[in-house]
């Protein structure tokens, strides 16, 4: 098993910045291919970011790209999201997840643990 516990998340207006984190405990935080994904009111979860186990491959989705940056600290058991340029269609629920695979994917089903999500909203 695998805890995830996100925070960071909060009020912004667009163009600002925020960082999220995400504190994991349970098993070799290392051995787990980390991934941000975002929900909005009536849309469906969608993929954000993912990093690898050690950190030195990192993906983006296109509408992130340029603006978010994802990373790890493996000694502290935690992935950040760094979030700038804000704009208001970035507001959702932010969730992190792990996933224990070497591969990358962008589908929330094939991750394997999740947190309970951390606000982020963004005015106009």
């Known amino acids: 098993q695998v805890q995830l516990v996100e925070s960071g998340g909060g009020l912004v207006q667009a163009g600002g910045s925020l960082r999220l984190s995400c504190a994991a405990s349970g098993r070799t935080f290392s051995d787990y291919r980390m991934g941000w994904f975002r929900q909005a009111p009536g849309k469906e979860r969608e993929f954000v970011a993912g990093i690898s186990g050690g950190g030195a491959s990192t993906v983006y989705a296109d509408s992130v790209k340029g603006r978010f940056t994802i990373s790890r600290d493996n000694v502290k058991n935690t992935v950040y999201l760094q979030m700038n340029s804000l704009k208001p269609e970035d507001t959702a629920i932010f969730y992190c997840?792990?996933?224990?695979?070497?591969?990358?994917?962008?589908?929330?089903?094939?991750?394997?643990?999740w947190g309970q999500g951390t606000q982020v909203t963004v005015s106009s």
């Open positions: 997840a792990a996933r224990n695979s070497y591969y990358h994917t962008t589908s929330p089903a094939l991750y394997n643990y």
